[in-house]
């Protein structure tokens, strides 16, 4: 990818920061493998319904809350490193955080310094990929997942008396957690459950023992006429820190009652689990992978079992799509990412748009793309 250096990628940024309507505050550190190429930038952004919330540096995965009336994404920080793409996603080489702030949608954007770096993580070798937040008492816990030194993925929790961090982290993982995509739901009870997991490069197919099995499927079960995997759930501890419970399955129902199966690509579950609650109705979203679908499920508890309703977004730019929904000043919206920046796989920038709701509670497909 073209990369630009100096005025000439200054004056990009800027052109392209103007038509976002949103720029980050902060500068991309020295040495950041991040940055907007010049004939992306020339872009026509009117093919896109909405447009990169920062150009200073990529980012993906956008994990959104509301804290005391302002909002904090956290979302993964794409670099452009050397590894070759694959289905696996070793070319997702992200080794830390940086928290996106903002005091209303549609304003400016504020992109903080790192909040959390591999190399402060102990137990955790590379590719720190998407994660999630949550706040408890006046502490802030970032959920990340990692590989190990043994290539598994873990899930870590760090802590912080900040939003944006810096994040202390914990010298161990999360006892029995595996695989990718942590995202930590707080019921309106206080009570709260982390779902989790991801199947493909997620490695969900390589712990359907107990343990993980770096022999097993690259894949998922192999069995497309059998029930699909499920993301996992498990109520956290009082201190947010450790899981309360085994992890268990999500079910994820058709509308007679039975369990998706593995073939049935456009509906299955992939990775990107994400839940929230609307007029007291669960809703499970996450994403179908390599069909390339934000879709969702509904149910009456954050254990399941899901009823599948429908899609979300349709297919972005880019091969992934993975998301946040979160309300806002009494409006609903929908935080993702795409590739319009780079127009690179492993290189994303976030986005927003506002999410809608029918009467009988379904949510209106969104596309991304207006051209």
Same mark, same amino acid.
């Given at each position: ?42 872009? /026509? ?40 793409? /694959? ?101 309106? /009870? ?138 806002? /000043? ?42």
């Amino acid at each position: 990818m073209k990369r630009l250096t100096g005025l000439a990628l200054g004056a990009a940024l800027v052109a392209l920061a103007t038509t976002a309507g949103c720029s980050g505050e902060h500068a991309a550190p020295a040495g950041d493998a991040a940055s907007p190429a010049t004939d992306r930038a020339k872009a /026509d952004p009117s093919r896109y319904l909405s447009q990169p919330l920062v150009t200073e540096i990529y980012t993906a995965d956008p994990s959104a809350h509301v804290w005391d009336g302002k909002i904090y994404v956290y979302p993964s920080h794409d670099i452009d490193g050397p590894t070759p793409e /694959d289905d696996l996603g070793a070319h997702f080489e992200m080794r830390d955080y940086r928290v996106l702030s903002m005091d209303s949608i549609g304003g400016k954007v504020t992109t903080h310094p790192v909040a959390l770096d591999v190399k402060d993580v102990p137990w955790a070798d590379k590719q720190m990929w998407a994660p999630d937040a949550a706040r408890k008492n006046g502490t802030y816990f970032l959920y990340f997942p990692a590989k190990d030194k043994q290539g598994a993925f873990r899930i870590g929790v760090a802590t912080s008396k900040s939003p944006t961090g810096p994040f202390q982290a914990n010298p161990q993982p999360i006892k029995g957690s595996f695989s990718i995509d942590p995202a930590v739901f707080t019921d309106e /009870d206080g009570k709260s459950y982390m779902i989790f997991g991801g199947i493909w490069g997620g490695q969900l197919q390589r712990n359907v023992t107990g343990s993980y099995d770096p022999d097993g499927s690259k894949t998922d079960l192999e069995a497309p006429d059998k029930p699909a995997l499920a993301p996992k759930i498990a109520a956290m501890a009082d201190d947010m820190m450790e899981f309360a419970e085994k992890p268990r399955d999500v079910l994820v129902l058709d509308a007679s009652g039975k369990p998706i199966l593995g073939g049935d690509t456009d509906r299955r579950f992939f990775e990107a689990a994400w839940m929230h609650k609307y007029q007291g109705r669960y809703y499970l979203s996450y994403s179908t992978g390599d069909t390339h679908y934000l879709v969702y499920a509904t149910g009456t508890s954050p254990y399941g079992p899901f009823t599948y309703q429908g899609r979300i977004l349709e297919p972005v730019e880019g091969w992934t799509s993975h998301h946040s929904i979160v309300e806002w /000043d009494g409006r609903w919206w929908l935080f993702y990412a795409d590739t319009q920046l780079s127009g690179t796989t492993r290189l994303r920038n976030v986005k927003v748009t506002e999410l809608f709701y029918n009467k009988d509670g379904t949510i209106r497909t969104i596309n991304p793309m207006l051209k």
